[in-house]
């Protein structure tokens, strides 16, 4: 029992001692599951000239509908001027309605058309299906582990977004 749990501490230690190399590796093998997590809606982004911008302001927009372009800014963390483009031609190719606000008019409230629903869906359809296979693979350990790192990444203001969002359904 004694040997398990020392095992077990010792896994624990070794980890908070990681090489240059496994550093390296670990970044890596981010790099290449990013590649592969982005691959499929690439190609259904392609079909419509558009980019993963376009994607995740599909994302983020179908998560909070009605959600402003001000929030979209610091969710994506871009520039106004490319989010207005990326807005453009989603609105253009009735992807996307924007709203202006009933309470302050300055505010766009940004709502997916159907259209703007079917594409996000299959968009995100591609991405679950390479998620569902991987963390069945990886088992619920390894799941919860993989979120605990991912959290751990992120910078403290995004984490709060983030927590905000995933506790509000959005």
């Known amino acids: 029992m004694e040997s ?4 077990h501490h010792d896994k624990g230690q070794a ?11 670990g970044i ?8 592969g997590f982005t691959a499929d809606p690439d190609l259904i982004l392609e079909q419509f000239s558009y980019g993963r911008a376009h994607h995740r302001a599909l ?9 402003t372009v001000n929030n979209l800014l610091n969710i994506l963390g871009v520039t106004k001027q490319s989010l207005n483009r990326v807005l453009r031609s989603l609105i253009e190719d009735g992807l996307v309605e924007s709203h202006i606000g ?3 008019r300055r505010k766009r409230h940004l709502f997916l058309t159907s259209e703007g629903i079917k594409l996000e869906q299959k968009l995100s359809n591609a991405q679950r299906l390479r998620m569902r296979s991987a963390f069945r693979t990886a088992g619920p350990e390894a ?3 993989f ?6 990444m992120m910078d403290p203001k ?8 995933r506790d509000s359904g959005g």
């Open 4 to 7: 398990a749990l020392s095992s």
């Open 15 to 25: 980890l908070l001692y990681l090489t240059d190399e496994q550093l390296r590796q």
């Open 28 to 35: 890596e093998a981010m790099f290449f599951a990013y590649r």
């Open 59 to 67: 994302h983020f927009i179908k998560g909070a509908p009605g959600t």
């Open 102 to 104: 009933k309470k302050d």
């Open 143 to 145: 799941v919860a582990g």
């Open 147 to 152: 979120r605990t790192v991912l959290e751990a």
């Open 158 to 165: 995004m984490r709060i977004t983030y927590t905000n969002m």
